[in-house]
């Protein structure tokens, strides 16, 4: 019996990822990925996995998405806030319902963005 994917997360356009990469990027690495140096990469992390979201102009300064650019932004996914104060990797102790959404964003992420790594202990804050 297979199972059906609930949503439809697929992107309008198909996107041709690379192979996901395990390499280590650690907090402060993250961090310098956030859009606001133009020779570098712009990253978002989830759950400790983080994507390439480089292409995406709403996550540069001034983009409606850059409070994620840099950092883990779990909680603040999982609780479809802006606010920079949610915009951590903390996320264990949400509700089911924001933990659902949180990889529904995940999901969502990993069928648009290239994974270039995970954040050592990130995975379950």
Partial sequence: MSVVEPKNFAPKEPVTLAPPKDDPITVDQLA???????????????????FDVS????????GSYHIFAGKDASR?????????EDAVAQ?????DKEKGVLA????????RYNIV?????GANL
Avoid: E, H, M, R
């Fill in 104 to 111: 529904d964003w995940y999901t969502f992420f990993s069928k």
């Fill in 117 to 121: 790594g995970k954040v050592p202990g």
């Fill in 32 to 50: 310098k990925c956030d859009g606001s140096d133009p020779s570098k990469p712009v990253y978002v992390a989830i759950k400790g996995t983080v």
């Fill in 55 to 62: 292409g995406n102009k709403s996550y540069v300064p001034g």
């Fill in 76 to 84: 603040a996914l999982a609780k479809s806030s802006v606010q920079a």
């Fill in 91 to 95: 996320w264990s102790d949400l509700s």
